[in-house]
Nanobody
Framework: QVRLVESGGGLVQPGGSLRLSCSAS????????IGWFRQAPGKEREGVSC???????????AYTDSVKGRFTISRDDAKKTVYLQMNSLKPEDTAIYYC??????????????????WGQGTQVTVST
């Protein structure tokens, strides 16, 4: 059974940092592109970042414009974990963050890729 579990969320002041983790079980993580999504109250879910599957020397990554230069996605397939390092956090980053395996062409990923297996989400709140 495929299972994704997000962790690392919490309350942080504006300008602060958090690192989210997406831990996977029941699958060979390296075979999957992974995406991070978020949903704020009253808003639609949006793709935040993604990273391609393993198998080449470089990964393809993508970020939504509002987080470019502040968020960094990475993966450690040996630990079956994908990370989202979030720096310079803003109140508008407040949302529930989810990770998901993606339907993506090999060695690519996109923020519009369909998520297949989802975690339960972790709350990120940026506030004073």
């Amino acid at each position: 059974q495929v299972r994704l579990v997000e962790s690392g969320g919490g309350l942080v002041q504006p300008g602060g940092s958090l690192r989210l983790s997406c831990s996977a079980s029941g699958l060979i993580l390296g075979n999957y592109a992974i995406g991070w999504f978020r949903q704020a109250p009253g808003k639609e879910r949006e793709g935040v970042s993604c990273i391609s599957r393993s198998g080449r020397s470089d990964y393809m990554t993508a970020y939504t414009d509002s987080v470019k230069g502040r968020f960094t996605i990475s993966r450690d397939d040996a630990k079956k974990t994908v990370y989202l390092q979030m720096n310079s956090l803003k109140p508008e980053d407040t949302a529930i963050y989810y990770c998901a395996t993606l339907l993506a062409s090999p060695w690519t990923c996109g923020l519009r890729n369909v998520g297949v297996n989802w975690g339960q989400g972790t709350q990120v709140t940026v506030s004073t």
